[in-house]
């Protein structure tokens, strides 16, 4: 069993969770990559841009980067992995995409956006509350006055841990041949930290132990941290057909403006 983020002989340490190993199946079929999925997304962010150009931080493969240029938006994209950044300009609209390598919390790029968006609980990948400050300040230095920041996140499965216990599994599927797959959330409810664990064992007992840490933030200091930016909420929605937010929901999708 492995512990990483370098699994694999390809990787670079400078490419953090996402190197080569795992670059190189992120975008299989099912799950996030289906057009169920990011259809609706794209739609939203269609609509929020009004025809302007808009920046994706940590934009990954381009899962929605690419499909969203198609769409005849200008695209720009912030990456910390040049392994993932890759993958962009071999997609459908993705050679359109301008990406930039660096970091979210500090990396500017030039222009001034319509929309910054940064999606997938991407937020929760920088695991200080500083670092999620300095993320909604960058987001804003790039906005023009009026534009928005977009960011979708999972909500802290925190409802679901009963008194002495921190671990919420998430998922544990057998693979039908003696292996199979575990994942779950590990809290620390004083300092919002928590890491999510994937344990895939294989029937000939060899497998690959990942554990990534994460910060979670309420929605309700993500509007803190956005006031600090000069932004203030706009909308904040359940998912992205734009459903309020309930006490059940398990993710947000909120958008501030910039004052
Ligand atoms: C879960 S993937 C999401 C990718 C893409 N946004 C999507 O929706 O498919 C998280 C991505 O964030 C990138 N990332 C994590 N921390 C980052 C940071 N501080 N600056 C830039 N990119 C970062 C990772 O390299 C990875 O590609």
């Not at 699994?7 to 992120?26: C, H, K, L, N, Q």
């Not at 240029?69 to 459908?92: F, H, N, Q």
């Not at 904040?236 to 403006?257: K, M, N």
Request: hydrophobic letters at 45%.
């Amino acid at each position: 069993m492995t512990e990483t983020p370098d699994a694999g002989p390809a990787d670079d340490p400078a490419d953090g969770w996402f190197p080569e190993s795992v670059a190189a199946t992120y975008d299989g079929p099912g799950g996030a990559n289906d057009a169920a999925v990011v259809e609706p997304m794209v739609d939203v962010l269609v609509d929020l841009a009004a025809g302007g150009p808009v920046l994706e931080l940590a934009v990954g493969t381009g899962r929605i980067a690419a499909p969203l240029a198609g769409r005849g938006v200008p695209v720009t994209g912030i990456e910390l992995s040049r392994a993932m950044a890759a993958r962009i300009a071999d997609k459908p609209g993705g050679a359109a995409v301008e990406v930039v390598i660096g970091d979210m919390t500090s990396t500017r790029v030039p222009g001034e956006f319509s929309v910054v968006y940064l999606v997938f609980n991407t937020i929760s990948n920088v695991t200080s509350q500083d670092g999620q400050v300095a993320v909604f300040v960058n987001a804003a230095a790039h906005l023009r006055p009026g534009g928005l920041f977009l960011v979708e996140v999972g909500l802290p499965s925190l409802r679901r841990l009963p008194p002495g216990q921190d671990v919420v599994p998430f998922a544990v599927v057998p693979d039908g041949e003696g292996g199979g797959y575990v994942g779950f959330d590990q809290f620390d409810v004083v300092t919002q930290q928590f890491t999510s664990t994937h344990v895939t064992v294989t029937a000939d007992g060899t497998g690959q132990f990942r554990r990534i840490p994460f910060r979670y933030a309420w929605p309700a200091e993500m509007d803190l941290m956005a006031r600090i930016a000069g932004l203030r909420l706009r909308h904040r929605w359940s998912d992205w057909d734009r459903s309020p937010l309930t006490a059940d929901s398990t993710t947000h999708v909120s958008v501030w403006e910039k004052l």
